[in-house]
């Protein structure tokens, strides 16, 4: 089957689904989907022996059924941020919202160079971008998905809530240019960036890490805001922006990058150990650390 065919077919089932589950009260479809996802997971074990290996390393003092409860979660989640994201009603949810910090963003904004916000695959990030672009102009930077009707129809969900998408590949120019009409520019940069990264400490283990916002910053003097998504017990949603970190001091060479680049992935590892399962612990986030540049 050609992979154009399969695409097409994938995008009909999908859309399917999104008709289907539109029937339904949004509260069934939140509640059925967050258990569709843990069983999914547990029926096709996707990925969960990744998971399990990984947390084992990053929490070694933990049991077997810790282990299992986090990953058991950790899908939960998934599917409630899924049902959240094609389901819900945004002003509703706004209302669940809280900002922590909120004044450390806008004095970032407030400096007129615009602003690289750093995250990772945390609690709901895409209910978070929807906050923040409710008050400033955002722009996502992100990899194309496989299906690109998949993609098309995502990004467009993001764009009819003011969230600008660029895509990854070839994105530094977009992003200088961003950057220099004031925008915030989101980066993701908690997954493996092999030979594109450089070698990091991250959650006690080597890792390849991504350059682009120590870089970018550095270059610009821009500011970092690191910013977090966190899913309450409760299911209200709590989104942290920290102190921000200026590139002031740092130069433009491999030493400096990397030290920068770890004092900003740092921010991200106190959210993980605390809050273990709202992290998306079956991506492959050490592999590539043999591949990472190194001082």
Request: proline share 2%.
């Amino acid at each position: 089957m050609k992979k154009s065919t399969k695409s097409k077919i994938e995008f009909f089932f999908f859309k399917l689904f999104i008709n289907v589950f539109k029937v339904f009260p949004y509260s069934f479809t939140r509640s059925f989907l967050a258990r569709l996802f843990v069983f999914g997971a547990s029926l096709f074990d996707i990925r969960n022996s990744l998971a399990k290996n990984q947390l084992k390393m990053v929490f070694p003092d933990k049991s077997e059924n810790e282990i299992k409860a986090i990953i058991k979660k950790m899908y939960y989640h998934m599917g409630l941020t899924t049902a959240e994201s094609y389901f819900g009603n945004k002003e509703k949810l706004f209302k669940t919202c809280k900002a922590q910090g909120w004044d450390n963003l806008k004095n970032a904004v407030e400096q007129g160079k615009g602003v690289i916000l750093v995250t990772g695959h945390f609690g709901n990030w895409e209910l978070a971008g929807k906050y923040i672009a409710a008050h400033f102009d955002l722009v996502v930077v992100g990899k194309r998905l496989r299906n690109r009707h998949f993609d098309d129809y995502t990004n467009a969900l993001r764009l009819k809530d003011k969230v600008i998408v660029i895509n990854k590949k070839n994105a530094l120019r977009p992003i200088l240019k961003m950057l220099g009409e004031g925008y915030i520019v989101s980066l993701l940069m908690d997954q493996n960036a092999g030979r594109n990264g450089v070698l990091t400490d991250f959650l006690g283990h080597e890792a390849s890490t991504f350059v682009g916002a120590a870089k970018i910053a550095i270059k610009t003097g821009c500011p970092i805001a690191p910013a977090y998504a966190i899913r309450k017990e409760d299911g209200s949603h709590l989104f942290i922006c920290e102190e921000i970190i200026s590139p002031e001091g740092f130069n433009n060479n491999l030493e400096d990058i990397t030290k920068f680049t770890e004092l900003v992935s740092k921010r991200i590892e106190k959210y993980i150990y605390q809050y273990p399962h709202l992290w998306f612990w079956v991506h492959k986030r050490w592999k590539g650390r043999k591949k990472a540049r190194k001082i």
